[in-house]
């Protein structure tokens, strides 16, 4: 009899995890709020304006910005002729043969190694994201099996209880039942130790729970990425 409430309540478990899967929090929207709260989601646009700057240096006809340099000449401390002479002067700053084209090359690779960078990490913390969500999702499954589990082992325990007063049963058998109880609201407990941590690993990445749910589907299956032009390695 014991067993026979168990299988029930593991089947209730699983029909409830099921439907679980059709509402709550997509993906997508934890993974963007978890990304905003990345220093380099803070950082990228800065970090992209100056390699546009950057760029757009390289492509200019001066080597660096022009300056206006201005030089004058007196005799006033010497024998004070009324000698004076004021030389100006414009410095353009030109490139070397080849330099141009060299910086262009240059500033060109390091906006795409910003680009591969921002990439990479948005990988990383999607990945964090997703593990976090799944934790969650069976953490959710594992406290409302525990659940079920603590309930049946309570009502199994009652009826022995009663079978025992009524002499069906040996004193023996309410100690186990008792002791069945004991473990599962044990077990009980460390599921929602364990939920309890989950909620804290995704609050902490993404400032919000997850809820229940989440929408595993939500984000699409794209084809595989070859390994050359895979974010984490054109970052290097």
């Known amino acids: ?10 089947v209730q478990a699983i029909g409830v995890g099921s439907a679980w899967a059709q ?4 993906l997508d929207t934890l993974f963007e709020a978890a990304w905003a709260r990345q220093p380099e989601a803070a ?15 390289a492509h200019s006809w001066l080597a660096d910005g022009p300056a206006l340099e201005a ?8 024998r004070n002729d009324g000698s004076r002479e004021l030389d100006v002067a414009v410095a353009l700053p ?20 910003q680009q591969w960078r921002t990439q990479a990490a948005r990988l990383r913390v999607a990945q964090m994201v997703r593990d976090a969500w799944w934790q969650g999702q069976r953490a959710r499954v594992a406290v409302e099996l525990a659940d079920s589990r603590s309930r049946s082992a309570q009502q199994l325990a009652a009826d022995v209880l009663r079978r025992v007063k009524a002499g069906d049963l040996a004193r023996a058998d309410q100690v186990q039942a008792d002791g069945a109880v ?11 130790g364990v ?15 997850a809820g229940e749910g989440g929408g595993a589907e939500a984000l699409p299956v794209e084809a595989a990425v070859p390994l050359d032009r895979h974010p984490a390695v054109q970052a290097l």
């Open 23 to 26: 509402s709550g929090t997509s």
């Open 1 to 10: 009899m014991y067993f026979k409430c168990m299988a029930l309540a593991l």
């Open 195 to 209: 939920r309890a941590a989950a909620v804290q690993q995704m609050v902490a990445l993404a400032g919000r729970e």
């Open 94 to 113: 030109l490139w070397l043969p080849g330099e141009r084209d060299r910086s262009q090359r240059l500033a060109q690779a390091e906006a795409e190694q």
């Open 71 to 78: 030089l004058t000449k007196t005799d006033r401390w010497h």
């Open 43 to 57: 950082s990228a646009p800065a970090r992209e304006r100056a390699a546009a700057a950057r760029q757009a240096a």
């Open 182 to 192: 004991a473990a599962a609201r044990a077990a009980q407990a460390d599921a929602n």
